[in-house]
T-cell receptor, first 113, second 116 residues
């Protein structure tokens, strides 16, 4: 079993829809939770970063972490065609594992006009 | 400010051949990483470096070697390429923060490697 599980999709939604992307994990030591966005044939770029449990909002994007359930989510409101990309969750335990990220498989999202 | 650059962008090798992938960053970051990305597998850490002259193994180090002779460069070597090493390789760099937070990794554009 992978340490981080992410539904690879693909997910196709109409413009303006609310998108929910999710990851589950098994390592209770994870404290830092990130979402990366990767456009086709490009490198990943950091989208959101959350420490421990809770919510974080940035414009149309909201990241949620529920450590008790080992479950994290990324919500995209009013989705746009420019949001079409692969979304990767990533996690880190901090401390001596500093900098070593464990990634999910990535979810391919297409937002069609 | 170019960020993280990778050379080459594409490469085709025959089984048994060797090659070196070059990663360069101009952000003066201490940490550098090499990942491979395969369909359905996400990004997996091959090797990483926490400073000039240091290297350490990641999740999938077998068949690869690395060197960090200069702070701005991180080289990934394949001594005897195998078809299982066909993948997209990404380099990343980051600057360590305090022990209560984690760093942001900045990725290069990737190298697409095919081993026949």
């Amino acid at each position: 079993q992978k340490e981080v599980e992410q539904d690879p999709g693909p997910l196709s939604v109409p413009e303006g829809a609310i998108v929910s992307l999710n990851c589950t994990y098994s390592n209770s030591a994870f404290q830092y939770f990130m979402w990366y966005r990767q456009y086709s044939r490009k490198g990943p770029e950091l989208l959101m970063y959350t420490y421990s449990s809770g919510n974080k909002e940035d414009g149309r994007f909201t990241a949620q972490v529920d450590k008790s359930s080992k479950y994290i989510s990324l919500f995209i409101r009013d989705s746009q065609p420019s949001d079409s990309a692969t979304y990767l969750c990533a996690m880190n335990a901090g401390g001596t594992s500093y900098g070593k990220l464990t990634f999910g498989q990535g979810t391919i999202l297409t937002v069609h006009p | 400010n170019a960020g993280v650059t990778q050379t080459p962008k594409f490469r085709v090798l025959k089984t048994g051949q060797s090659m070196t992938l070059l990663c360069a960053q101009d952000m003066n970051h201490e940490y550098m990483y090499w990942y491979r990305q395969d369909p359905g597998m996400g990004l997996r850490l091959i090797h990483y470096s926490v400073g000039e002259g240091t290297t350490a193994k990641g999740e999938v180090p077998d068949g690869y070697n690395v060197s960090r002779l200069k702070k701005q460069n991180f080289l990934l070597g394949l001594e005897s390429a195998a078809p299982s090493q066909t993948s997209v390789y990404f380099c990343a760099s980051s600057e360590p923060l305090d022990s209560y937070s984690t760093d942001t990794q900045y990725f290069g554009p990737g190298t697409r490697l095919t081993v026949l």
